[in-house]
Structures are given as structure tokens and as C-alpha cells.
């Protein structure tokens, strides 16, 4: 913007002041110029990142006023312990929202293994701080009602694992697409009940122990890569389903990709029982994959 006054004869200091206004309008425009195209310039990965460590940050602090405060005791021991729970939730939470979709593999962003620790690690806080609370109440004591859990706050952890181990059996169901895709000329079993389900019994025993570690070599030799597991033992997933999975592996491979084709085989020629699934069943499996051992038992 450039200022003008009706003056006929401009003096020489006037004709400067309004260079110096030019001047500064001309910066001023490209500084306001360069603002969004700054911001413009964090990606969204970026952006997401800044907010999660101040969050933790936030909660860091909190947790170091609560303790000055448990300190000089004008806080209970209590809130002490419900900051350091909330800073290590938010931690937890932190990496759950910074997880992108599971079949963006190429974008940035934490492993499965770390999501499904994460969503663990907060099922668990929560259910210990249940039990605390509980105890408390037992004892006579009565917690702040801030403090005390509720169920809907269980059952919203709860989902965020299940959604954290389903993006496993998510990507192994895209790779044996892209499989399928590639190997059309595959001689594919037809004995699956229904085109669904495959039980192969063998000798009706799986120890751990002694067969899995053997399964797991065998793989990663044949496909240089590790046996991707998805449930060892008992799960949440399996507890909501109402079996009992304790001696049992899941693996989350199609059991009609390549992979799942020579999974079967191999466990076939050793006598292991398996059930394989190429969707899912109803109150039986979530999605395509194969279960090693005997049937789970119902709780």
C-alpha cells in the first residue's frame, strides 16, 4: 500500500517516508506470503507428531505438579497415581492415533507389534485400576468419584486391541489377494466345507513347545520371513468369542495363498491339527487364517 497526500511540492523527507511505507508493505506481503507456506510445509505425519509430544507433554507436567502437591501434602497419594497412569495412557494413546490405516504400509507410522503393546498395555492399566479401586472401596476408603472407573471405559479398551490385532489378519488378507492375483496356475485344494472352512485332524495333538519352534524355521526358510503369528494362547478376541485358545496358534496367512498352501502341507505331512479358514465364519473366526492345533474348547 502506498500512502499519497495532496501536497503539490513533496518534500524530500516525505518522498523518503513514503519509499520506507513501500517498502514495508512489500515485506510485510511476503511475510504473510511465507506463513501458510510454512505451515503448509509440515505434513500431516508431522503435524500429528507435534501434537502427540505435547500432549505427553501436558500430561508430564501434570503429573510433576500433582507430585509437588503429594509433596507437601496437600494431595492425596491417590491423585499421584492416577497423574502417572494418565501420562503413560497418554503415551499408549499417542501411538494408537498415530497409526495409519493398515494397508498404507509405505506411510510413516508405528509397526502393528507396537500398536497391539500399546492397546495392551492400556487394557491392562485399566483392569489394575479396577482392581485398585476395588480394593480401596473394600477397605472403607472412598475414592474420589473422578477416579473411579467405569465399564464403558474397559470396553473401549477392549475394542482398541481387537482393532489393533485385526489389522494383521487386514494386511494378510491383502498380501494373499495380491497372491491369488500372481499365481493363478496355483493348484488350490478343493476340500474346504462350504469354500470356507478345512479341518485336518492328524493326530489330534499340538505341543508348542516341541512343534512350533520347527514350524517357524520352516518357514522363514521357505518364504524368508518370520511365521506371522496373530494369537499364541488365550486372547481377548477369543475370550469375546467364548474359546478357550490356551495351547493354540493363530496365523494370519489365507490358507489359499502360496503361504497358506504350503502351511497346510507342511502340517499335514507332520500329523498337526489345524483348522484353516478363508473368511470369516460365523462364531467361529474373525477372518481368513489358520488355527494350529485341536478345536478350541468353548469356556
Known amino acids: 500500500m502506498r500512502f499519497r497526500l495532496p501536497l503539490l511540492c513533496p518534500s524530500v523527507g516525505f518522498v523518503t517516508q513514503i519509499f520506507k511505507v513501500?517498502?514495508?508493505?512489500?515485506?510485510?506481503?511476503?511475510?504473510?506470503?511465507?506463513?501458510?507456506?510454512?505451515?503448509?510445509?509440515?505434513?500431516?505425519?508431522?503435524?500429528?507428531?507435534?501434537?502427540?509430544?505435547?500432549?505427553?507433554?501436558?500430561?508430564?507436567?501434570?503429573?510433576?505438579?500433582?507430585?509437588?502437591?503429594?509433596?507437601?501434602?496437600?494431595?492425596?497419594?491417590?491423585?499421584?497415581?492416577?497423574?502417572?497412569?494418565d501420562l503413560e495412557d497418554t503415551k499408549d494413546k499417542v501411538i494408537l492415533e498415530s497409526a495409519v490405516p493398515p494397508l498404507l504400509s509405505n506411510k510413516a507410522g508405528p509397526s502393528d507389534e507396537a500398536i497391539i503393546e500399546a492397546a495392551q498395555r492400556r487394557l491392562d492399566r485399566q483392569q489394575a485400576w479396577s482392581e485398585k479401586i476395588r480394593k480401596l472401596i473394600e477397605s472403607g476408603i472412598a475414592p474420589p468419584p473422578d477416579l473411579i472407573p467405569t465399564e464403558t471405559e474397559l470396553q473401549s479398551r477392549e475394542s482398541d486391541l481387537m482393532s489393533a490385532q485385526a489389522r494383521i489378519f487386514a494386511k494378510a488378507e491383502a498380501v494373499a489377494s495380491a497372491a491369488r492375483s500372481t499365481h493363478k496356475d496355483e493348484t488350490i485344494p478343493l476340500d474346504f466345507e462350504i469354500g470356507k472352512m478345512e479341518h485336518f485332524e492328524g493326530l489330534g495333538t499340538f505341543d508348542e513347545t516341541r512343534d512350533l519352534q520347527g514350524i517357524e524355521k520352516a518357514f522363514e526358510a521357505q518364504f524368508d520371513r518370520r511365521l506371522p503369528i496373530s494369537a499364541d494362547g488365550q486372547t481377548d478376541v477369543h475370550r469375546a468369542l467364548g474359546f478357550d485358545h490356551r495351547g493354540r496358534i493363530d496365523v494370519a496367512i489365507n490358507p489359499r495363498a502360496p503361504e497358506g498352501i504350503w502351511l497346510r502341507s507342511y502340517l499335514r505331512s507332520r500329523k498337526i491339527p489345524y483348522y484353516a479358514f478363508t473368511s470369516a465364519v460365523a462364531g467361529k473366526a474373525t477372518a481368513a487364517h489358520i488355527h494350529i492345533g485341536p478345536g478350541s474348547n468353548r469356556l
Do not use: H, N, Y
Request: positive net charge; aromatic residues 4%; hydrophobic residues 50%.
Open 22 to 85: 513501500e517498502v514495508l508493505s512489500k515485506s510485510l506481503a511476503w511475510i504473510l506470503w511465507l506463513i501458510p507456506a510454512a505451515l503448509c510445509a509440515q505434513t500431516p505425519v508431522d503435524l500429528k507428531a507435534e501434537v502427540g509430544a505435547r500432549r505427553i507433554e501436558v500430561a508430564r507436567r501434570q503429573f510433576e505438579q500433582v507430585k509437588a502437591m503429594v509433596d507437601t501434602g496437600a494431595e492425596a497419594r491417590i491423585r499421584l497415581d492416577a497423574a502417572e497412569r
